[in-house]
């Protein structure tokens, strides 16, 4: 023949991997579901479990870190069950699908114990706060509770029911005492102050840190007061208002207060669509088993064919269309399945527990079981509750005072000041632009919000015509937290605007278009990663500063932080003198927070479109950094107004001056 076989390179093996087994299927068959139990329920449960001991198996042995581990599901839909796994087997975690907030337990709790207290005939949530740790009263005390409860289960705590026992009689009364209070001070005190009484008072973020993955938990309790004090600030409504509030966000992508890093030796949850263009050493696919959903409606468009109709038992070319949707979802399907699959650099762990269906049914065959391991049963850990040493009966009785040893302080600490459990940087520069104004804010939190022409920080008097400052600039930021290449600005920002309950009228278009189209003028995407309104929390002495970065860059090993304004500018040497600290406390906080050098840190001011950078030298940042370390150590050893100058160019319009003026 002409051809030869010296023409041709002989091949090589590329890669050879260095583990004996690179696929494990974790599925355990014939499993017996129990009885009075969804069957695909309990298969998430024991795959679930399966998977977390067999994390915490391979990191035991030493084959793997947690690190190297990534869960990557289709859907943010059952991700709890998997993250209670991982916490029953004290596995660290870090969501990176942003969800969960407001489906945690704690959530839960939290929102029936204020729907008890709002509504004396909410059965279901005084149960779920009675249950709660808040109280704790056993499922017997409750059953009792119902069978005596006539037209409210608080009429029966008033009944000695003689089957409840001594313990769930004690909690009883503790918490109908809590309820009554509660109810009474719900129309005297903020959102925010009702919610920390109520958590104080029960001891609940106490008992949830004597609880694995408690340190989430009560995180998420801060960010939940967080969120109850920015209702306060900003609406100011009843406790009903604020269960409506938070009822109507429960659906949003709202995710868990953050307690690790990216970066930190944690297993990493995802979504497959997230996951693109990342690869991990261990990669685990849950629910495979997972049906896909094919259900479609009455009345099908095909772009090239028509409306097809199902009506009674006949259907006007709609089994065509069908046909041809559920192929292309079929392909998609396969593609997902791709990109999961192919994330793994060492080991792919496949949770296949359920019937056949969704993917498992589209890989059945092309595995050779021969050359994969099979885990099917769960590897107990020691995961029972840890018990809590109780204190030694005679230390709590009170002992007689020996005056001459210990005499009576002059002065009790704390007494009348207010506590932070954090500091923002807003409050710094509130604090630097005027102290007094900082005092009436946010120390004494004066009730002002309602009050119109106050000229505010960004330089313009609230009240003026079209949108006001606040609203326009939450607008557009949410603009530039979702915009990316390939998306239409104007179908986007108009998107936007409705989002806030506002009409996108011409007038709204035209003041908003001069802000959009600079920010698309500097807009660009020609970096290795780019992050978006990224919190943090920095440790301040024995306090935290916290803030949020409007966009980091990160590119050749080095950053560049951005931070967009939407203020009127008429004196930009005065807007960067309030806001360089700002921006060098951002660069000083990621640096210590990520390890990564910020090379730049620039001031977009979208109403002009000038592009202004900050000092960020390594003296400016320490130095601006021991400012807010000392403003935060004044704050708290002060609480008088006298202590809190005003600015001796007060401007003439502050809502404040007539209280500030007052001798």
Not at 30 to 49: F, Q
Not at 169 to 190: P, T, V, Y
Not at 261 to 277: L, Q, W
Not at 427 to 445: A, L, P, V, W
Request: hydrophobic share 35%.
């Amino acid at each position: 023949m002409y051809l030869s076989r010296d023409r041709y390179t002989s091949l090589m093996e590329h890669y050879i991997s260095p583990n004996e087994i690179d696929v494990e299927i974790l599925e355990k068959k014939d499993l017996e579901v129990p009885d009075n139990v969804e069957a695909s329920d309990y298969y998430r449960h024991y795959e679930s479990r399966l998977i977390a001991s067999r994390i915490r198996e391979l990191v035991s042995d030493g084959a793997f870190e947690y690190g190297d581990f990534a869960l990557l599901f289709r859907s943010t839909k059952s991700i709890d069950i998997y993250e209670r796994a991982l916490r029953e087997y004290d596995i660290p975690y870090y969501n990176i699908s942003g969800r969960g907030f407001f489906q945690s337990q704690e959530i839960i709790d939290i929102m029936n114990a204020l729907k008890a207290i709002s509504n004396r005939y909410d059965t279901i949530s005084t149960i779920g706060f009675l249950r709660s740790p808040m109280v704790g009263l056993s499922d017997k005390g409750i059953y009792w509770l119902l069978r005596y409860g006539e037209d409210s289960i608080l009429e029966a705590m008033d009944i000695d029911i003689l089957y409840i026992d001594k313990v769930d009689r004690d909690n009883i009364a503790r918490a109908k005492e809590i309820l009554n209070k509660f109810m009474i001070k719900k129309s005297l005190h903020g959102i925010h102050r009702l919610t920390k009484e109520l958590i104080d008072q029960t001891y609940y973020k106490e008992t949830l840190l004597l609880q694995r993955g408690g340190k989430q938990a009560a995180a998420n309790l801060y960010k939940f007061m967080d969120i109850a004090r920015d209702f306060d600030n900003s609406i100011a409504g009843s406790l009903e208002d604020f269960i409506d509030y938070i009822d109507s966000l429960e659906n949003t992508d709202e995710s868990q207060a953050k307690i690790e890093t990216e970066d930190a030796d944690v297993v990493k949850i995802m979504t497959i669509h997230k996951s693109k263009g990342l690869q991990f050493p261990v990669v685990i696919v849950p629910q495979m088993s997972r049906r896909f959903n094919y259900q479609q409606p009455y009345a099908l468009l095909g772009k090239d064919r028509g409306i097809g109709i199902r009506y009674d038992d006949k259907a006007i070319l709609y089994n065509e269309l069908k046909e041809d949707l559920l192929q292309r979802e079929n392909e998609e399907n396969q593609r997902i399945l791709y990109v999961a699959m192919t994330r793994a650099k060492e080991r792919l762990m496949i949770g296949n527990q359920g019937n056949i269906m969704g993917f498992k049914a589209m890989i059945k065959g092309l595995i050779d079981m021969e050359q994969v391991d099979i885990i099917e049963d769960i590897k107990e850990q020691d995961v029972s509750k840890r018990s809590v040493k109780s204190f030694q009966e005679d230390l709590l009785k009170p002992k007689t005072l020996k005056w001459k040893a210990s005499p009576l302080a002059r002065q009790i600490p704390g007494y009348n000041r207010r506590s932070f459990s954090n500091f923002s940087i807003s409050q710094y520069m509130e604090f630097r632009q005027c102290r007094r104004r900082f005092f009436m804010k946010y120390y004494k939190r004066l009730p002002f919000h309602g009050i119109k022409m106050d000229r505010d920080m960004k330089g313009e008097l609230v009240g003026s015509k079209g949108l006001d400052p606040i609203t326009r600039g939450n607008i557009v930021h949410k603009f530039c937290e979702y915009y990316r290449e390939g998306i239409n600005p104007k179908e986007l920002i108009g998107n936007v605007v409705k989002s806030f309950g506002i009409d996108y009228s011409t007038d709204i278009m035209r003041e908003l278009n001069p802000y959009i189209e600079n920010y698309l003028r500097y807009y660009n995407e020609d970096y290795s990663h780019f992050y978006v309104e990224k919190e943090f929390y920095l440790k301040a002495g024995d306090n935290y500063i916290s803030g949020v970065i409007d966009r980091i860059n990160i590119k050749d090993g080095k950053a560049e932080i951005l931070d967009f304004k939407t203020n009127r500018v008429y004196n930009k040497k005065h807007l960067l003198n309030i806001y360089e600290p700002q921006l060098q406390l951002y660069a000083h906080a990621f640096q210590q927070i990520s390890g990564i050098e910020v090379k730049t840190a620039k001031i977009l001011f979208l109403e002009t479109g000038d592009l202004e950078g900050v000092d960020i030298s390594e003296d400016e940042l320490e130095k601006n950094f021991n400012n807010i370390k000392n403003f935060i150590q004044f704050v708290i050893e002060h609480s008088s107004i006298e202590d809190y100058e005003k600015n001796m160019d007060c401007e003439s319009d502050c809502k404040y001056r007539v209280l500030c003026n007052i001798r």
